[in-house]
T-cell receptor, first 112, second 111 residues
Framework: KQEVTQIPAALSVPEGENLVLNCSFTDSAIYNLQWFRQDPGKGLTSLLLIQSSQREQTSGRLNASLDKSSGRSTLYIAASQPGDSATYLC???????????FGTGTQLKVEL | DAGITQSPRHKVTETGTPVTLRCHQTENHRYMYWYRQDPGHGLRLIHYSYGVKDTDKGEVSDGYSVSRSKTEDFLLTLESATSSQTSVYFCAIFDRDYGYTFGSGTRLTVV
C-alpha cells in the first residue's frame, strides 16, 4: 500500500525567500506524481505532474523533481510571494485504476 | 479546463436521510473518482469508476454507493446519512497527460 508523507506540516517564511517542500512515498513503482495547491475552503488546483520518465517539471516559479529510487519528490518555490500562501499536497498512484494516495500537506504562509 | 462540475455546492441534511451528490464532466474521461476530505485525515478515496457501469471501492466506501450510467455523470449516494459523513466531497477525473483534475467540492453537513 502506498504511503505518502510530507514534511514540514507547516512553514512560515518571509516574502522573497526560496523554499523547498518535501514529499516521500513508499512504493517507488509509480508512473507519475502530482503536486496540488489548495486554498482555504477551496478545491485542489493541479500545479505540476511529473511522469516517471521525467526527473523534473517547471512552471513559472515552481520546479518539482522526482527521484523514484529514493522515493522522494520536492517542490521548489522561487522568490515566494504572499499569494503563494496555501496548502500544498503531493499525491502518488496506488494500486490499479489510477487511484491516488495523498500526503497530508504542507501549510505554507508567506509573510510580508 | 477539464470541465468538471459538482452539485450541490453545499447541503445540510438530517441523519438517516439518503443524499445524492452529482459529478458531471464534459470531456469524455474514462476514470472518475469520489474523495472526501477531513481535518487530520486528508483526502481519502471513497469509490471510483473506470467506465460506464464499471465501479470499484476505495478505502472508505462503507455507507456509500455510486452509479455511472453515462460517461459524463458519476453519482455518489449516502444511503442513510450519519454525522460521521459530514465532510467535503471532491470529484475528480484522470487524464494520462494531465493527471488528476478536481471539482470545486460539495460541503455536506449531516445534523
Amino acid at each position: 500500500k502506498q504511503e505518502v508523507t510530507q514534511i514540514p506540516a507547516a512553514l512560515s517564511v518571509p516574502e522573497g525567500e526560496n523554499l523547498v517542500l518535501n514529499c516521500s512515498f513508499t512504493d517507488s513503482a509509480i508512473y507519475n506524481l502530482q503536486w496540488f495547491r489548495q486554498d482555504p475552503g477551496k478545491g485542489l488546483t493541479s500545479l505540476l505532474l511529473i511522469q516517471s520518465s521525467q526527473r523534473e517539471q517547471t512552471s513559472g516559479r515552481l520546479n518539482a523533481s522526482l527521484d523514484k529510487s529514493s522515493g522522494r519528490s520536492t517542490l521548489y518555490i522561487a522568490a515566494s510571494q504572499p499569494g503563494d500562501s496555501a496548502t500544498y499536497l503531493c499525491a502518488a498512484p496506488t494500486g490499479g485504476g489510477n487511484k491516488l494516495t495523498f500526503g497530508t500537506g504542507t501549510q505554507l504562509k508567506v509573510e510580508l | 479546463d477539464a470541465g468538471i462540475t459538482q452539485s450541490p455546492r453545499h447541503k445540510v441534511t438530517e441523519t438517516g436521510t439518503p443524499v445524492t451528490l452529482r459529478c458531471h464532466q464534459t470531456e469524455n474521461h474514462r476514470y472518475m473518482y469520489w474523495y472526501r476530505q477531513d481535518p487530520g485525515h486528508g483526502l481519502r478515496l471513497i469509490h471510483y469508476s473506470y467506465g460506464v457501469k464499471d465501479t470499484d471501492k476505495g478505502e472508505v466506501s462503507d455507507g456509500y454507493s455510486v452509479s455511472r450510467s453515462k460517461t459524463e455523470d458519476f453519482l455518489l449516494t449516502l444511503e442513510s446519512a450519519t454525522s460521521s459523513q459530514t465532510s467535503v466531497y471532491f470529484c475528480a477525473i484522470f487524464d494520462r497527460d494531465y493527471g488528476y483534475t478536481f471539482g470545486s467540492g460539495t460541503r455536506l453537513t449531516v445534523v
